[in-house]
């Protein structure tokens, strides 16, 4: 068999599948194989992009096929993705603020396995050490723009080039890269370090909300992420996502 390979070496995958298989601990193609169809098509929003992502890192690994369940999508995979739902783009808040517009386009992509509490927890965070407007709102829209909910020609239109550069950067981070050795690449280190200030000050807020029921990949991968931000230089909220972390995802 083949050595296993991390899922953003898989030909043809977005940044944003990147990012969500990676928060819900899929880290390499092994993880990837091992995990629920269903899930996966909800994160990639696709079932047939979840199939072909399968097909690849099954050839890449050089094993069998799966069962007939994995090869064809389930029917409520296909109903869900296939026909995604057309958003207009939100119109401008009249309030100098873009937290109502960030607000209106929060709501968007939530389900059973995402929340708008997990969002404003996020936001609260950044609240409690300073957080500008423009980080509120990034934080707001964030995920939201990373499973492909709101495009980001909706952040530039509604709320400026300014917070969608800071949504851009978040999102960059937060898809983790990792070498065999369990480490950072270097090329991820030099970003988070040219990282703007507001950019990692939103990618900390989210740490706490993940680590509450993190275990395995997940802890893991938060203490990877939080190894990044710290790369930018001391930091009042990366610190504070940092003591967030429960003892043993610590040590």
């Known amino acids: 068999m083949a050595k296993d390979k991390?899922?953003?070496?898989?030909?043809?995958?977005?940044?944003?599948?990147?990012?969500?298989?990676?928060?819900?601990?899929?880290?390499?193609l092994a993880d990837l194989?091992?995990?629920?169809?269903?899930?996966?098509?909800?994160?990639?929003?696709?079932?047939?992009?979840?199939?072909?992502?399968?097909?690849?890192?099954?050839r890449t690994l050089g094993t069998e096929a799966p069962r007939r369940r994995h090869a064809e999508a389930p029917s409520r995979a296909r109903a869900a993705h296939h026909a995604p739902p057309v958003h207009a783009p939100a119109a401008p808040s009249s309030d100098s603020s873009p937290l109502g517009t960030a607000l209106a386009?929060?709501?968007?992509?939530?389900?059973?396995?995402?929340?708008?509490?997990?969002?404003?927890?996020?936001?609260s965070m950044l609240l409690a050490h300073?957080?500008?407007?423009?980080?509120l709102a990034a934080a707001l829209v964030l995920e939201p723009t990373e499973s492909g909910a709101v495009s980001f020609d909706d952040v530039a239109s509604t709320l400026g080039p300014e917070i969608a550069?800071?949504?851009?950067?978040?999102?960059?981070?937060?898809?983790?890269?990792?070498?065999?050795?369990?480490?950072?690449?270097?090329?991820?280190?030099?970003m988070a370090r040219a990282a703007s200030p507001a950019a990692r000050h939103v990618c900390a807020a989210f740490i706490p909300g993940l680590l509450a029921h993190a275990t395995g990949p997940q802890a893991y991968y938060a203490g990877l992420l939080i190894?990044?931000?710290?790369?930018g230089?001391?930091?009042?909220?990366?610190?504070?996502?940092?003591?967030?972390?429960?003892?043993?995802?610590?040590?």
């Open 33 to 58: 194989l091992a995990a629920d169809f269903d899930r996966v098509a909800y994160i990639v929003e696709n079932a047939d992009e979840a199939t072909r992502l399968m097909k690849e890192a099954r």
């Open 105 to 123: 386009l929060a709501g968007r992509g939530l389900d059973g396995r995402t929340s708008l509490a997990q969002r404003l927890a996020a936001v």
């Open 233 to 251: 230089g001391p930091d009042e909220i990366v610190a504070a996502a940092r003591a967030s972390r429960p003892a043993r995802a610590a040590a």
């Open 165 to 190: 550069r800071v949504v851009d950067e978040a999102a960059a981070l937060r898809a983790v890269p990792m070498l065999p050795t369990g480490k950072l690449p270097r090329y991820y280190l030099d």
């Open 6 to 28: 991390r899922i953003n070496e898989l030909p043809g995958i977005t940044q944003s599948a990147v990012v969500g298989l990676n928060r819900i601990g899929i880290l390499s």
């Open 227 to 231: 190894e990044g931000l710290e790369a």
């Open 130 to 135: 300073g957080g500008s407007d423009e980080e």
